[in-house]
């Protein structure tokens, strides 16, 4: 079956040759962002997360989850969350200046590492996050779409592929639907895919972790026996440069 001929019944086999190519395609910049992660962690830094919009599905992935980093700071700011207004977040990320002062207010540390989310890649928030960070020494995690940047307005002049350290290609065509193949209106991919790049991030960190005798602080499930208790020592020790951990 190829993916021109796909129909509804198909549709799962689409999606699972879709993320069989983003693992295959990205797997030396996974290996290399596993291996920026093992490092502020070794370091006690933090990994501070972002998005805009849908994006901050991604981030919510990475921040107080089972099985996920507890060194992880989630920077974000209301206005970009659709919830909160759904046509106002769009205006929020096309902001200047917003990426600004949401980093400042989360502050960048030595050792710390940005990771920010951001499929089409060209409006000025996630763009000016890489920015700022690189020009405070912080390296660069851009999970995105190449080919959905490249057919994008350049709102910010640049991209976020364009500052970042390393890119992780979530392969998201224009547009993102994917259903029906020959002329898409529905069944957005990103979120899936971006998910996907973050899973598989943490898959090799922890490889690479247990390689170097290296201990990852994880959280574990609270509706889990002991869950509770080892989720308190991380709390204690993350609690005050994490203040969304509340």
């Known amino acids: 079956m190829t993916a021109e001929a796909a129909t509804g019944s ?14 295959q395609h990205n797997a030396a910049a996974l290996d290399d962002v596993a291996e920026l992660v093992l490092a502020s ?6 990994v501070l997360t972002a998005g805009a919009g849908h994006s901050l599905a991604a981030v919510a992935e990475t921040f ?6 507890a060194c992880v700071r989630p920077v974000y700011h209301p206005e970009l969350l659709p919830m909160h207004g ?36 060209v409006n000025p928030y996630p763009v000016e996050l890489a920015i700022e960070a690189a020009n405070a020494g912080c390296p660069v995690v851009a999970v ?17 592929a364009e500052n ?20 898409p209106v529905t069944a957005a991919v990103s979120t899936l895919a971006t998910t996907f790049l973050w899973n598989l991030v943490m898959v090799r ?9 290296v201990q990852l602080p994880l959280w574990r499930s609270a509706n889990v026996e002991g869950g509770d208790a080892a989720n308190a ?14």
């Open 144 to 160: 995105t779409s190449v080919a959905a940047s490249a057919s994008a307005p350049r709102r910010a002049g640049t991209t976020l």
């Open 86 to 121: 759904a046509v106002s977040s769009t205006s929020a990320e096309r902001r200047t200046g917003l990426a600004a002062q949401v980093l400042g207010e989360a502050g960048l540390a030595a050792h710390d590492l940005l990771i920010v989310f951001s499929t089409s890649g």
């Open 10 to 23: 198909d549709y799962g086999n689409v999606v699972r040759t879709h993320l069989t190519r983003v693992e």
């Open 205 to 213: 960190l922890l490889d690479k972790a247990s390689g170097a005798g």
């Open 64 to 69: 107080y989850r089972a099985g996920g980093l």
């Open 41 to 46: 962690v070794q370091a006690d830094g933090l």
């Open 164 to 183: 970042a350290t390393v890119v992780l290609d979530n392969l998201v065509p224009p547009g993102d639907s994917t259903y029906p193949v020959g002329a």
């Open 233 to 246: 020592e991380l709390l204690r020790r993350y609690q005050t440069r994490v203040p969304q951990l509340g």
